[in-house]
C-alpha cells in the first residue's frame, strides 16, 4: 500500500515537471520565431 502512495506521488511530480518543461520549451520556440527575449524586456 505504501509503495502505490509513493509511486503516485513521483508521478504527479513528474506530471507537474513535464508540464511547466513544455510549457517553457513552447514558449522558448515562439520567442525565436518572433525574434523576443525569453523572459521579456531588457535585463542590461
Given at each position: 500500500?505504501?509503495?502505490?502512495?509513493?509511486?503516485?506521488?513521483?508521478?504527479?511530480?513528474?506530471?507537474?515537471?513535464?508540464?511547466?518543461?513544455?510549457?517553457?520549451?513552447?514558449?522558448?520556440i515562439i520567442?525565436?520565431l518572433l525574434g523576443?527575449?525569453?523572459?521579456?524586456?531588457?535585463?542590461?
Open positions: 500500500m505504501n509503495i502505490t502512495r509513493q509511486r503516485i506521488v513521483i508521478l504527479m511530480i513528474v506530471i507537474v515537471v513535464a508540464a511547466i518543461l513544455g510549457r517553457l520549451a513552447v514558449r522558448a520567442n525565436l523576443g527575449t525569453m523572459f521579456g524586456g531588457n535585463f542590461l
